[in-house]
């Protein structure tokens, strides 16, 4: 995996624009273009290689309680692949997942409370809640299970993380210096696209070749969706 900090991708956007220190493009637009380019980039690649960016986390869920709000991870969460209770046995039997969190709170409203020695029919959603307040956006994680448990139970969810925001020049991307190229370069078009006669030249050709790039690089280490940590678990 590459190591390169913002700083070092902005510098390599910059000679590509032949302006090595900010004049037009400030550093906080390159910024921008280089979070945008690495937002998708970060999931092309994701989509060619799944078992990048996935993670686990432990938590112990309090009973009695219709959900539980993930605070502590460290990371956002792109998706929940699988969700394990682990207060019986390591490694713990796999939850079965809702067909959408309205009905998962109809069966939570439907269906006595759990026994604490049994998860029979324990199932669970997932939701992102967005909240504004005073301008600020604030993103809340939370995953709920029904029939609701009467006691605490160990949980360990399997998760996909979502792009990271590269907020300091110190901060990486974690990806292979092969997508970094089309990173840098996508950005370099996009700070180009800015001007108002703007000339491209062969930035959309040596982009081109990046991703060609890329896929022929990834391609051996594609796997199936259900390439996931913990996948025989049952």
Request: with cysteine; hydrophobic share 35%.
């Amino acid at each position: 995996m590459s190591n390169s900090a913002r700083s070092a991708l902005r510098t390599k956007v910059r000679n590509l624009l032949n302006e090595p220190t900010a004049g037009f493009w400030s550093d906080a637009v390159l910024n921008d273009f280089l979070q945008n380019a690495y937002d998708h980039y970060y999931r092309e690649y994701v989509e060619l290689n799944p078992e990048h960016g996935r993670r686990y986390h432990d938590f112990t869920y309090t009973g009695s309680a219709e959900y539980t709000d993930l605070t502590t991870t460290g990371y956002d969460i792109e998706q929940i692949l699988q969700v394990e209770d682990r207060t019986d046995s390591q490694p713990g039997s796999l939850l079965e997942q809702s067909d959408s969190l309205g009905q998962l709170i109809r069966d939570a409203n439907e269906y006595a409370a759990l026994s604490v020695t049994s998860n029979t029919g324990f199932k669970w959603a997932f939701e992102k809640i967005e909240s504004i307040s005073s301008g600020v956006v604030t993103v809340t994680e939370r995953i709920y299970f029904a029939p609701v448990p009467t006691a605490a139970r160990s949980i360990r969810i399997h998760v996909q993380c979502a792009p990271q925001v590269l907020s300091g020049d110190t901060y990486t991307t974690g990806l292979p210096e092969f997508v970094e190229r089309c990173i840098i370069l996508m950005a370099a078009m996009d700070a180009r696209l800015m001007e108002l006669n703007p000339n491209l030249g062969n930035l959309p050709m040596l982009l081109e070749q990046a991703e060609q790039r890329m896929y022929r690089h990834t391609r051996p280490v594609k796997r199936g969706p259900m390439s996931i940590l913990y996948e025989d678990l049952n």
